[in-house]
């Protein structure tokens, strides 16, 4: 059973920083697509950054581009989220997920993100 945990929110001030951390079980997450999405209360779940098999490329939502980037510890079966430049905009629950990109069919419980203004 693939399972997924993420780890890393918190409750930060504008501009700082945050890194998010999803430690996937399971499978071998080199093979497969890495994402990460947000859903902010009252909002519908919006796409963040991914990185495709392997780490090959990776996309990112236009308003996270420059200031988080996505990474990949294939060694620990881990994804990773660096959020710099943090705004009171970014505040939502972060999921992580995996799948044949560009499709994801296992998801993470997600971790609170709050950032203060």
């Known amino acids: 059973q693939v399972q997924l945990v993420e780890s890393g929110g918190g409750l930060v001030q504008a501009g700082g920083s945050l890194r998010l951390s999803c430690a996937a079980s399971g499978r071998t997450v080199s093979n497969y697509a890495m994402g990460w999405f947000r859903q902010a209360t009252g909002k519908e779940r919006e796409f963040v950054a991914t990185s495709t098999w392997s780490g090959g490329s990776t996309y990112y939502a236009d308003s996270v581009k420059g200031r988080f980037t996505i990474s990949r510890d294939n060694d620990k079966n881990t994804v990773y989220l660096q959020m710099n430049s943090l705004k009171p905009e970014d505040t939502a629950v972060y999921y992580c997920?995996?799948?044949?990109?560009?499709?994801?069919?296992?998801w993470g419980q997600g971790t609170q993100v709050t950032v203060s203004s």
């Open positions: 997920a995996t799948g044949p990109f560009p499709k994801y069919d296992y």
